[in-house]
């Protein structure tokens, strides 16, 4: 199979990480090979249809473009999800103590608050 003329990706704009899922995005519509040299990320589009090819490569220019923004957030908002999850998760901890005394104890607590409100005000109140 003989590939079309390379798309060059500069290196020092797009991470590898960036280029790979923009190319994941047209495994549907190309096949798909990967060159490099010293300063490009060489990708190869071939369509498995035949629309145009520089019409591929202009979509795979969108593309990068949309796959770096989503890294960028990605790196930005790193750490405030991982916060988010921490505390979601420190939060839906079970329970350690053992089902039945929990149950008891809060039966108990029940049974003293129950006796509280049922004693007469003036009988505890009067002098």
């Given at each position: 199979m003989s590939f ?13 990480e960036?280029?790979?899922k923009?190319?994941y995005q047209f495994l ?5 090979h ?7 990320w060489?990708?190869y589009?071939?369509?498995k249809?035949?629309?145009?090819v520089?019409n591929?490569q202009a979509?795979?220019e969108n ?7 989503r ?7 790193k750490?405030l999800?991982?916060?988010l999850?921490?505390?979601a998760?420190?939060t ?11 149950v008891?104890?809060e ?10 409100i049922?004693?007469d005000?003036?009988?505890l109140?009067e002098e």
């Open positions: 079309c003329k390379p798309f060059p990706v500069l290196k020092t704009m797009f991470r590898p960036v280029v790979l923009a190319a549907d519509r190309c096949y798909i990967f060159g490099e040299d010293e300063k490009y060489l990708v589009l071939q369509p249809e035949n629309p145009s520089e591929f979509l795979f593309e990068l473009l949309l796959q770096a923004v890294y960028v957030t990605y790196q930005q908002t750490s999800r991982e916060i999850l921490a505390r998760m420190a839906s901890m079970i329970d350690q103590t053992e089902p039945l005394k929990r008891e104890q039966e108990n607590s029940e049974k003293d608050s129950l006796r509280d049922l004693q005000w003036y009988a109140h």
